[in-house]
T-cell receptor, first 114, second 114 residues
Framework: DTGVSQDPRHKITKRGQNVTFRCDPI?????LYWYRQTLGQGPEFLTY????????KSRLLSDRFSAERPKGSFSTLEIQRTEQGDSAMYLC????????????FGSGTRLTVV | AQSVSQHNHHVILSEAASLELGCNYS??????LFWYVQYPGQHLQLLLK??????LVKGIKGFEAEFIKSKFSFNLRKPSVQWSDTAEYFC????????????FGAGTRLFVKA
């Protein structure tokens, strides 16, 4: 299966700790997106990359959040000093450049901050 | 800013009933429109998309959607639902000035009774 992979699937952390999630997109896809989803809501846009360049960040993304995509391959999303409000499903998706494409999503990382 | 509104949060139907899920978006320019589906325990996947041309688009599993520009709508339809259509459905829009990010609605949970 060459879909989008996310690791870990679940993460439980204590408030104030730092966490890092990883996303491996489909190898041919230049664009990579991070979304956050809470119960009863649709995915909310956080940020996206084209190759290694981070082209847009949502205002939802506070200074505690940082994302990278070194070498334009996998991406990491780090949350520093986690808060209970950060508890959510973090989704990664990828797509090719150009043309009429939707996203291919990963299974997500469920973060619980206790 | 673009937004997406899904009319129903929960829908319950019996097998063989017809389905129509409402979706409206707010943006006056050119848009790309999508429906994604999330089956229980699975990740989000693309059901169908509209980019240009025929406003009636057909997707997988017998689903279709009609883009009505004058109504800013992109409703999802299926003539006869099956128990296996039980899932959460998300309408999404990408605007021509929105970069490459896609904005999602809050979702509609469909339960089909056997």
């Amino acid at each position: 299966d060459t879909g989008v992979s996310q690791d870990p699937r679940h993460k439980i952390t204590k408030r104030g700790q730092n966490v890092t999630f990883r996303c491996d997109p489909i190898s041919e896809h230049n664009r990579l997106y991070w979304y956050r989803q809470t119960l009863g809501q649709g995915p909310e846009f956080l940020t996206y990359f084209q190759n290694e360049a981070q082209l847009e960040k949502s205002r939802l993304l506070s200074d505690r959040f940082s994302a990278e995509r070194p070498k334009g391959s996998f991406s990491t999303l780090e949350i520093q000093r986690t808060e209970q409000g950060d508890s959510a499903m973090y989704l990664c998706a990828s797509s090719p450049t150009g043309g009429a494409h939707g996203y291919t999503f990963g299974s997500g990382t469920r973060l619980t901050v206790v | 800013a673009q937004s997406v509104s899904q009319h129903n949060h929960h829908v319950i139907l019996s097998e063989a009933a017809s389905l129509e899920l409402g979706c409206n978006y707010s943006y006056g320019g050119t848009v790309n429109l999508f429906w994604y589906v999330q089956y229980p325990g699975q990740h989000l996947q693309l059901l169908l998309k509209y980019f240009s041309g025929d406003p009636l688009v057909k997707g997988i599993k017998g689903f279709e959607a009609e883009f009505i520009k004058s109504k800013f709508s992109f409703n999802l339809r299926k003539p006869s639902v099956q128990w296996s259509d039980t899932a959460e459905y998300f309408c999404a829009v990408r605007a021509d000035t929105g970069g490459f990010k896609t904005i999602f609605g809050a979702g509609t949970r469909l339960f089909v009774k056997a």
